[in-house]
């Protein structure tokens, strides 16, 4: 899977649950929640004010280091 600012949460946590843990250390406490599941990456970083490139970048790498 790649992941870009537009890719939405639930698609992320859905292609490997061990994702989760990106979501928590940037305080994204809510992931069972339909609101955040449907929310884009992007979205979710402006609101915790985490920087998007940095999670894609971090969460690219745990999907390449899977392969």
Same mark, same amino acid.
């Given at each position: 899977?790649?992941?870009? !600012? +537009?890719?939405?949460?639930?698609?992320?946590? +859905?292609?490997?649950?061990?994702?989760? @843990?990106?979501?928590?250390?940037?305080?994204?406490? #809510?992931?069972? #929640?339909?609101?955040?599941?449907?929310?884009?990456?992007? +979205?979710? #970083?402006? @609101?915790?004010?985490?920087?998007?490139? %940095?999670? @894609?970048?971090?969460?690219?790498?745990?999907?390449?280091? !899977? %392969?």
């Amino acid at each position: 899977m790649i992941v870009t !600012k +537009d890719t939405v949460i639930g698609d992320i946590l +859905d292609a490997d649950r061990e994702t989760a @843990v990106y979501f928590l250390e940037m305080g994204m406490h #809510c992931l069972g #929640c339909p609101a955040a599941r449907g929310e884009s990456l992007g +979205d979710a #970083c402006e @609101v915790h004010g985490v920087s998007a490139d %940095e999670m @894609v970048e971090k969460i690219n790498a745990y999907f390449a280091s !899977k %392969e």
